[in-house]
């Protein structure tokens, strides 16, 4: 059972962080969803606040992953692709260890696992992966494991538990292959997907991870998508009933959101993220509620530009704990109904795809490769980055040009990766997750 904390004169409330990998914005009801079941998650929305602006500086797991812990861009905290160790000392586990809270964390996927360095901080750290496939579609163990399997670790160790604890669990589900293991599978499909009458794969070459060989509607491997979220959910809904019936939940601090999206057809990109920087990998969900007695407003929906840099400096803040040097700011004001100040948020990807930045600010976004050149986006008016405006010699001087001066001293200040420093078996898992070496 878990420890009962109402009324036990505890004033320093738990922390919750739950990570959901490849997850879009745009498949939660709460961000607009219509035909996707995502009941537990739009219940923790309600509940607090929803950013809907809010993005990834870098659309992969690791580095994804490494600045929501620390508030730091790739280059300052050191990963900027998967399998490098993470070596900042300044992690969220660390700081409310240091607090006096029991820290745990639960991940799901190979790139965060303890050889990497994110067992830093925490009193116990739980990287047991139990399932996987090899790129022919065999089961084999140790690359990621199901979120049932890591709720019911979880909550193995919340049950001896006594409050302060910072929590944090990470969920891989939505990350290819698409096979949710319950009756979510097959939630949004009921056709044939290798029907010769349906030919709306013809052209389009499937990632091998996908496991999906012969398949001809595009439809299929985009609602198998949808059913990992809507699996992922009903295990979220499973951490929160336990949480609640024992009475943690409401003292209980809790920040759930992704590390990147998912591209499943935009832009020709299909079923990766990694890629590009378009919304459909870089736009994330950030929910955020804070305990009852904290009396912040709840059900809001929070319009201004944000990032997955202000996750840790928010955390930290709202429990209490001493404001610390971040590249992200905190965003307790905006749970408040305080205006965001704009500001440049930068946008990378890994090295191994070779060189693209961007910067967003202000509803507009920049992105700079050698490959495709300058590419610049009025989000508010062409949310599906449709209508590349860079060629606009009146528009790109008005507005392009000075985030282009802006992201050109960010891109020169770039480092090289050691890729040395990614040992061949590393190389071999990275290469059967889909991260292309």
Not at 93 to 119: D, M, Q, W
Not at 159 to 177: C, E, G, Q, S, T
Not at 264 to 274: D, K, M, V
Not at 329 to 349: F, K, N, Q, T
């Amino acid at each position: 059972m878990l420890p009962l904390l109402a009324g036990c004169g505890r004033s320093q409330p738990n922390v919750l962080l739950v990570t959901i990998d490849t997850l879009r914005a745009d498949r939660l009801g709460c961000y607009g969803a219509v035909n996707v079941l995502t009941p537990h998650m739009d219940r923790i929305a309600r509940e607090g606040a929803l950013f809907a602006e809010c993005t990834t500086p870098i659309p992969e797991t690791a580095p994804a992953h490494a600045t929501i812990l620390t508030g730091l861009y790739p280059r300052h905290h050191g990963i900027r692709e998967n399998g490098i160790v993470l070596r900042a000392g300044n992690s969220l586990a660390v700081r409310f260890s240091e607090a006096g809270y029991e820290t745990a964390g639960f991940v799901s996927g190979f790139p965060l696992i303890e050889k990497f360095g994110f067992a830093r901080g925490f009193d116990h750290f739980d990287d047991y992966l139990t399932d996987g496939f090899t790129g022919s579609g065999a089961s084999v163990q140790g690359t990621e494991r199901t979120a049932a399997k890591t709720i019911d670790a979880a909550l193995r160790w919340l049950a001896d538990r006594k409050a302060p604890w910072f929590v944090w669990i990470h969920l891989f589900d939505p990350h290819a292959p698409y096979a949710a293991p319950g009756p979510e599978r097959r939630l949004y499909y009921a056709g044939d997907e290798r029907s010769s009458a349906n030919r709306s794969m013809d052209g389009i070459r499937l990632p091998a991870n996908l496991l999906l060989g012969g398949v001809t509607d595009i439809a299929y491997p985009v609602a198998l998508y949808e059913g990992e979220v809507s699996y992922t959910d009903r295990q979220i809904g499973r951490l929160v009933r336990a949480l609640e019936t024992e009475g943690a939940w409401r003292n209980t601090i809790a920040a759930l959101l992704a590390d990147h999206g998912e591209s499943l057809t935009e832009h020709q990109y299909y079923f990766g993220h990694s890629r590009f920087l378009y919304d459909p990998s870089v736009h994330v969900p950030l929910l955020v509620r804070a305990p009852d007695a904290n009396a912040l407003p709840r059900n809001v929906i929070v319009r201004g530009e944000v990032s997955l840099l202000d996750v840790a400096p928010t955390l930290a803040v709202l429990a209490g704990l001493a404001d610390e040097e971040a590249d992200g700011v905190s965003l307790e004001g905006a749970l408040r109904g305080e205006s965001i100040a704009p500001r440049p948020l930068y946008l990378e990807r890994s090295p191994h795809e070779g060189p693209l930045f961007g910067i967003r600010q202000g509803g507009w976004k920049l992105l700079a490769s050698r490959e495709r050149g300058r590419e610049l986006y009025h989000l508010e008016t062409d949310p599906g980055e449709r209508v590349n405006l860079a060629g606009d010699a009146e528009i790109f001087t008005r507005e392009g040009g000075r985030l282009a001066s802006i992201l050109e001293r960010w891109a020169a200040s770039d480092t090289p990766v050691d890729e040395s420093a990614i040992d061949e078996e590393t190389k071999r898992v990275l290469r059967g997750l889909g991260y292309v070496r």
